[in-house]
């Protein structure tokens, strides 16, 4: 397995991962202007986050504070605030609280990361990035981790953007985000991030010594170009740490170099996906050494654990090696799912499990070849893929994308009714759309397999009720 097998480093201790409102005392600092640098009389972002670390006036900015200090802007302030002086470095916590991801955009222009944030084992400077867009990120020396950001305190990335960001060194992990600690990802999109060098794990997130919790998000078009660099959406690295996926999307990512696994995603620990979409990911590179390039969707040295999940068209493309989809700890790890789709919709091609599915822990699942078991699959047998009617990934509303049902699916009002009302599902869809609902015509409401809940007016409007009218 990719985690296993890399080596181990311990860089920060774990903090609780809850957001923390701003503690007493602390300042508002407000950026008045998008210029970098210093402004005589103006507070520029530079110079903001200068007096949050230091607790003190600098330039047109109110002192910081003890405490989360938090940095907002000004109504002028928008468009985008180009770097021209390097990276943004945080000493202290802070919160940063931008007016919106698509109204301000801040850009390293290809010449730094943008921000780094500073911490040890005895010190964590928390910090949360919220409402920005966060491009043009990039490092090239050796090791020089984070393309946009790097993190050696517990970060938390709200309602933000992370696309065009990139590491181009040697073991330079994380062409996004590079975190030495826990990670929190909410209603953010993370798009079309690379790392480029040898052994640059995690195009889209590494997180070296911490839980990765990604809820409501997208991690989506990410990869890894040189070879033995795994992950090519994140990478969840020690494995006493897991990642837990909720309502969210990853998709379309790679890993091009040879020897390198998993498209989407690599975790050390257990990994755990409730209402999300994993579809399209893939691992391209050839293994010359001999071994196996695993897991086109996840590679995952602890356990892997499904819950109204839909895991679809993901490969893995190995010259003389066993090509899968999800790949477990071939010795201890389990594979358990409920009312999950674990399918390719193309006939014939690699098999979609590096092992049977846990009976213990499944149940009302879908897949479409035989590797995942027959024991837990519905009516003990795996279904066409034409059966599936599965719909192009798309915006069917909600915060990420999802594969609609199309009508005569064999996942609809199929499920598990109690797995679907019970915790974490909660009688929710990934788009947070209530289930049991009567996606049939039947006329009683059931659950569906999947992260989609199709409803009776996807039935209505399929069967052209647009025309009658």
Not at 99 to 116: E, H, V
Not at 136 to 149: F, L, M, P, S
Request: aromatic share 4%.
């Amino acid at each position: 397995m990719l985690i296993s097998s890399c080596r181990r480093r311990s860089l920060a201790v774990a903090l609780a991962v809850a957001l923390l409102p701003a503690a007493a005392g602390a300042a508002t600092i407000t950026v008045t202007t998008s210029a970098d640098g210093s402004v005589p009389d103006q507070c520029t972002l530079r110079d903001a986050i200068a007096a949050a670390n230091t607790n003190a006036a600098v330039a047109g900015c109110a002192s910081g504070d003890v405490g989360n200090d938090e940095i907002v802007f000004a109504p002028e302030v928008t468009g985008t605030i180009a770097l021209t002086s390097g990276q943004l470095t945080i000493s202290d916590k802070v919160i940063i609280s931008g007016p919106g991801a698509d109204a301000l955009t801040i850009d390293a222009q290809g010449q730094s990361r943008l921000f780094d944030i500073e911490g040890d084992q005895e010190t964590s400077y928390e910090t949360t990035l919220s409402g920005l867009t966060l491009t043009g990120g990039r490092t090239t020396a050796d090791g020089e981790n984070g393309g946009a950001v790097r993190s050696m305190s517990a970060f938390h990335l709200v309602d933000s953007v992370v696309s065009g960001n990139s590491t181009a060194g040697a073991n330079a992990v994380g062409g996004a985000l590079a975190t030495a600690t826990t990670t929190e990802i909410l209603r953010s999109r993370i798009t079309r991030n690379w790392t480029e060098g040898y052994g640059g794990l995690a195009g889209g997130v590494m997180v070296v010594f911490g839980a990765a919790s990604v809820v409501d998000s997208t991690i989506a078009g990410n990869w890894t170009q040189g070879d033995k660099a795994g992950g090519g959406g994140i990478v969840v690295f020690w494995y006493w740490f897991d990642a837990t996926f909720v309502n969210s999307t990853l998709s379309d990512n790679e890993t091009r170099g040879n020897g390198s696994q998993a498209g989407a995603l690599a975790v050390g620990g257990n990994a755990f996906l409730i209402n999300s979409t994993v579809s399209g990911n893939r691992t391209l590179g050839d293994n010359a050494e001999g071994g196996f390039i695993d897991g086109g969707a996840m590679s995952v040295s602890g356990n892997i654990t499904l819950s109204n999940s839909t895991v679809v068209d993901n490969a893995s493309v190995s010259a003389g090696g066993v090509a899968i989809a999800i790949a477990a700890n071939p010795g201890t790890g389990l594979i358990m799912a409920t009312n999950s789709v674990i399918a390719s919709t193309a006939e014939g091609g690699a098999a979609l499990c590096s092992k049977p599915l846990e009976v213990a822990g499944s149940t009302h699942n879908i897949a479409t070849d035989a590797s995942c078991g027959n024991d837990t699959l519905i009516g003990g047998v795996p279904v066409a893929a034409a059966a599936l009617a599965l719909a192009p990934l798309a915006d069917n509303g909600g915060p990420t994308w999802t594969h609609a049902l199309l009508p005569g699916s064999v996942a609809i009002d199929s499920g598990d009714d109690d797995a679907c009302a019970a915790a974490p599902v909660g009688n929710l869809d990934q788009r947070s759309h209530p289930r049991p609902q009567d996606g049939n015509g039947d006329g009683t409401a059931a659950c569906d397999v999947g992260a989609y809940e199709a409803d009776e007016l996807d039935r209505i409007f399929a069967d052209g009720f647009d025309a009658a009218l």
